[in-house]
């Protein structure tokens, strides 16, 4: 009986590949999503809000668009005392925007595959905070801390992706994704204008 589930959707899958295509070339897309692994993973870390995507894109061609990328995530760690006594939390919100170049192939006019490339920005804004007063902690240059501080602000984000979409109408789809953006697996909606 397992066996038949496999042998089922490569027979769908084939069968999806023989039909005809719709291209939608010249059409904007908004997508929304949310990331369905955590941004940051630990045994300590927790998410405080999940990764959250939008994004705003032409298909240029049937088979090429271009879309304008923003993420967003914040995370926090478990409280730990150190050896001043300060009970502290350590806080990360981290901001994403880039441009994503995408390759498609339409197997029908409901289920799409694309890949492609992003290349962005992510800022991350990290603070600690003491546990007893709610107020931000600013260590000492050279102490111990639980981030380093020196660390920089932001780094140039380049990663590549894949991913499906199934469309109910002409308007309306839903995505599954892999790949780095905000999150490693993201999924969500696509709105055709």
């Known amino acids: 009986m397992t066996k038949l589930i496999p042998l089922t959707l490569l ?13 939608p070339a010249g059409s904007f897309t908004i997508t929304t999503g949310i990331g369905l692994t955590p941004t940051y993973n630990g045994k300590t870390a927790k998410t405080d809000i999940p990764a959250l995507s939008l994004q705003a894109g032409y298909r ?8 304008g990328f923003l993420g967003y995530s914040a995370s926090s760690s478990t409280p730990k005392a150190f050896s001043d006594g300060i009970v502290s939390k350590v806080s990360n919100k981290t901001t994403t925007v880039g ?32 546990m007893s007063t709610g ?10 801390s639980p981030y380093d501080p020196n660390a920089p602000n932001g780094e140039i984000l380049y990663s590549g992706f894949v991913g499906s979409k199934f469309w109910f109408n002409p308007k309306i789809s839903v995505f599954g994704e892999l790949g780095f953006g905000i999150s490693i697996l993201n999924a969500g909606f696509s709105f055709r204008l």
Request: glycine share 4%; net charge negative.
């Open 11 to 23: 027979c769908a899958l084939l069968l999806c590949s023989v039909m005809k295509a719709q291209s």
């Open 135 to 144: 107020e931000e902690i600013i260590r000492d240059v050279n102490t111990p």
């Open 99 to 130: 441009l994503k170049a995408q390759l498609h192939k339409d197997f029908t006019d409901k289920l799409e595959m694309y890949g492609g490339v992003l290349l962005g920005y992510a800022t991350f804004n990290t603070s600690e905070t003491d």
């Open 60 to 67: 240029i061609s049937q088979n090429f668009s271009m879309h």
